[in-house]
């Protein structure tokens, strides 16, 4: 009797080349490599374990889910001392449950929500130096606010996708848009039906350069119609960004 | 003319075999030997670096200060920006100024803070792993928090403080002592006029014995009173604790 079980995995993207397994070069560190051949020790067979989506090289997860196909008997609720006990310190599976056969993470995703953590400050925190992107001019946060409510709702987000995505369809909806301020540090929260290659990296790297005067808040507006990456700011580097909740119907 | 200099520093003690300069062992990377190399590249000679104290291998400090006496004309506020372009990403200084001759970082000092970070969960937190202690049995915080009252005030603290240590006078005021919860971190904090060698991981260890269940609260009057070392807890990991604080008169 085969069981569908879903794994919640926080994972420091420091050390991985991001989640996806590459294909040809088993010497690259993946999440999906990792937590793959950690679920292989167990069941003592090959597995292939279904991620709700890429992170990129650096990128962090707080709340990334995947699943998998099993024949083997161990109880659902042994799976997360069992992937634990078996993984690197920089994974972690936080939650294991038997979900309905057709469940899949990636195409049974409604959405998603990433953080990205700006440390807005003259001197670095070392403590943040892997978890966040270090600002040093002081950054107008009214304005980056402005300009981040304007993305709200339903647009064609074909300028603030990276090339290198086969995507047709550019349209996307942002349910919510925010910054919040935790101990100094400055935390952009997005929560989309779906996201394109990059675009959170984009639009905060596009967000910065409001943030730092080089642009009203306004020009997001144009940046969005437009419809070319090339009318956006530079992407944000990786490090400052986490994978933070996947939503499912 | 002589100027006398005070950094207060930060630093991510991973990566450190504590704050002492090992003489006769320059390959020992220590907090004190890579900022007092940062220094002489600069003043281009011999400096004498002074720290509040020494951190051990693995301990973590949020607000470390040091001081040291330069002829060199570089104006204060330089000092900041200067040395964090020579300093590694785990070591920064987040404060430089000009303090009278007189001032000595360990001597001046008239109390500290430090803060113990425990993760008290059955799973792992990923990014926490370096910067707390992973704690899997549910702690009782009210029977922790009933026993650290009962060290408040002037004790001799003998009974938590390891061998290995030359003073003579164990005595020493708590002056605060509290637990704080903060986004499901248990923080340990506790301020004194002074600390003997290795107390506060020894008094955390105490308080987690109880914590657990193995002893109650009154317990850990008994460990002061005994005035030995073996009356106590085991010493907590180095790597949740944080020397958050030195104050001054």
Chains 1, 2 share one sequence.
């Not at 109880?75 to 057709?102: I, S, Y």
């Not at 990205?116 to 040093?136: A, D, E, G, K, P």
């Amino acid at each position: 009797m085969q069981t569908n079980i879903r794994l919640t995995l926080q994972y420091d993207g420091t050390d991985f080349n991001g989640w996806q397994l590459q294909l040809g070069r088993p010497e690259t560190r993946t999440v999906q490599g990792v937590v793959e051949k950690a679920i292989e020790e167990i069941v003592g067979g090959s597995v292939r374990l279904m991620g709700s989506g890429r992170t990129d090289a650096g990128v962090h997860a707080k709340g990334q889910v995947a699943n998998f196909h099993t024949n083997n008997p161990i109880p659902v609720d042994r799976w997360v001392f069992a992937l634990n006990c078996l993984l690197p310190p920089d994974v972690v599976v936080t939650n294991a449950e038997e979900v309905p056969t057709d469940f899949h993470a990636q195409y049974s995703a409604v959405g998603k929500t990433y953080y990205y953590y700006i440390w807005n400050n003259i001197c670095q925190n070392t403590f943040l130096r892997n978890y966040s992107h270090h600002v040093r001019r002081k950054l107008r946060l009214s304005a980056m606010e402005e300009a981040a409510s304007y993305l709200k709702g339903t647009h064609n987000f074909r300028s603030y996708c990276s090339s290198g995505s086969s995507v047709k369809n550019f349209v996307r909806t942002i349910k919510a848009i925010d910054f919040e301020t935790r101990e100094q540090i400055l935390i952009f929260q997005i929560t989309a039906d779906g996201f394109l290659y990059k675009m959170v990296r984009t639009i905060v790297g596009t967000l910065l350069e409001i943030g730092m005067g080089k642009y009203p808040p306004e020009w997001i507006k144009e940046v969005l119609s437009a419809r070319s990456r090339e009318a956006a700011g530079p992407t944000a580097p990786a490090h400052g960004l986490f994978l933070q909740e996947v939503f499912y119907g």
